[in-house]
């Protein structure tokens, strides 16, 4: 019998996770099947403590629930805490423990696939919200000499800088419209894209040779569109997603799978 793991959400249907992770699978033997759970709004909670009588081994999560995912966990990972949110959860012992892979997937795009340093450069993250706070943590932790969080009202963003402490200097806030000075890299952690809505971000922020990246995949957003006119080398989020996928993947496993062939595949698609 496969070992059962499976993606939660509500909407899932759209969800690549079922096949990213058969790619994975296949590429490393590891016996597995995976699924789609669309979960009801008000149920997630006894959707997950089902499958764990079920004899899965792990989920994934997708929006809304992670912060529900982060509540009812047994046991977290430094980066879960640090997000306030969990996208992978692994079951054993009939304990849940919780983990936020969302940054490392980030990092290890930005810095394996796209070959741009994080170190000693000014990055910049647009918004506060949950997908945000998931990639702070990995970010600060590959030491840039500066770190701002912008977001559209400056109380959200404060209080997601104060959250980071142990570092030798702070990130600081600011707000879409108040952003001053050039950044190396900039990361739309927005939903704005979904909206085609264009952030309130003034042209000059955008150093030369910077790096634009936008969380979202599949389309050309507003941002992405107003830092390739700015000279911005651009990128979306796919191979993010397929990232924390295979960090996922290797929590469950114990190995890492070639991330290259599956973004490649995708983008065929």
Known sequence: MADKYAVIGNPVAHSKSPLIHAEFSRQTGQDISYGRILAPLDGFEPTVRGLVEQGYQGVNITVPFKVEAFALCDALSERATAAGAVNTLMFAGGKIS??????????SDIA???????????????????AAQGVMLPLMQQQPAAFMVANRTIEKAERMVSRQAGFSHLPRASTFAGLQGE???IINATSTGLTETALPIADSIFAENCLAYDMMYGRETPFM???????????????MLVEQAAEAFYSWRGV?????????L???L
């Not at 919780?98 to 990092?107: E, I, K, S």
């Not at 394996?112 to 949950?130: E, M, S, T, W, Y």
């Not at 000279?231 to 989020?237: F, I, N, S, W």
């Not at 890492?256 to 490649?264: K, L, Q, W, Y």
């Open 98 to 107: 919780g983990d936020n892979t969302d940054g490392a997937g980030l990092v």
């Open 112 to 130: 394996n696939n796209l070959k741009v340093v994080l170190q000693g450069k000014r990055i910049l993250l647009l918004g506060a919200g949950g």
């Open 183 to 185: 950044f190396d890299i």
């Open 225 to 239: 569109k107003q830092a390739r006119e700015n000279g911005a080398q651009v990128a979306d989020g796919l191979g």
């Open 256 to 264: 890492r799978p070639d991330t290259r062939p599956v973004i490649a």
């Open 266 to 268: 995708l983008r065929s």
